[in-house]
């Protein structure tokens, strides 16, 4: 089968404004229990993401990056504030309207790869494809599709265990846009991998966001990574601010 060369008509984002932001919080304050009283995390954090627009957010650990990729991808509520996804507000919404809009609009990608062990690599595509409804005739030529793109055609039927470190978290990738979410979000996507390493995975990471038309919000401790994206932001005392 020949691979496709354009991300595009593999994974798709669907039609959406481009003056309709893919990600905005404003306000946002989330807090956790800590002895008596409460941690506070974020303070206020406000954060404007547009479609096409790739953003590095560069913070030292424990700042709050993961509890704002949470929020963000609506896996937490926020104690307080307003969260819109592609234009609809979901900081109030129960969990199953959360999970529909993450199944449908977001797209994650983690340090570690979390791929299934006991599937191949197109399968690990395929499934989350097929769950939100594909045919499974479909869900594998989109998924090979993605792979070949992302130059790993020639492993989709070996396990993770037979991969790489850097061809899991491009498996990772791959499945996390195979839905053709509108927004991806990255938490130090390549945390587990040698710089040389990391910097191929990135490559990929940012080809396939800018062939598909993604919104991104990528943390990462590396400054010289973030640069290559649109621009860069960090956290202050709970709230967002710009680096460049």
């Known amino acids: 089968m020949?691979?496709?060369?354009?991300?595009?008509?593999?994974?798709q984002p669907a039609t959406q404004g481009m003056n309709v932001p893919t990600l905005q919080l404003k306000g946002i304050v989330q807090s956790y229990p800590e002895g008596e009283g409460r941690l506070e995390i974020l303070t206020g954090a406000d954060f404007t993401l547009m479609p096409g627009e790739t953003v590095g957010l560069v913070a030292p650990s424990g700042t709050g990056k993961s509890t704002l990729?949470?929020?963000?991808?609506?896996?937490e509520k926020p104690d307080a504030g307003e969260i819109s996804v592609?234009?609809?507000?979901?900081?109030?919404?129960d969990d199953q309207a959360r999970t529909e809009i993450r199944r449908s609009d977001i797209g994650f990608v983690y340090q570690f790869h979390h791929l299934?062990?006991?599937?191949?690599?197109?399968?690990n595509l395929v499934v989350p494809q097929m769950i939100s409804g594909l045919p499974r005739k479909e869900a594998r030529e989109r998924s090979l599709a993605l792979l070949g793109y992302l130059k790993l055609d020639h492993r989709a039927e070996h396990l993770p265990s037979e991969l790489s470190g850097g061809e899991r978290q491009r498996v990772a990738i791959a499945r996390a846009v195979a839905n053709a979410p509108r927004l991806l979000l990255a938490d130090e996507p390549t945390g587990n991998l040698d710089?040389?390493?990391?910097?191929?995975?990135?490559?990929?990471?940012?080809?396939?966001?800018?062939?598909?038309?993604?919104?991104?919000?990528?943390?990462?401790?590396?400054?010289?990574?973030?640069?290559?994206?649109?621009?860069?932001?960090?956290l202050v005392d709970g709230k967002i601010v710009p680096m460049d």
């Open 2 to 11: 020949m691979m496709d060369a354009n991300p595009k008509t593999a994974a």
């Open 86 to 93: 592609c234009g609809k507000a979901c900081a109030h919404l």
């Open 69 to 75: 990729l949470h929020v963000a991808g609506l896996l």
């Open 195 to 234: 710089p040389k390493t990391s910097h191929y995975v990135y490559d990929a990471l940012l080809a396939l966001v800018r062939g598909t038309g993604l919104a991104a919000l990528i943390a990462t401790h590396n400054v010289e990574i973030a640069a290559r994206m649109d621009r860069r932001i960090t």
């Open 116 to 123: 299934l062990p006991e599937f191949t690599a197109v399968e």
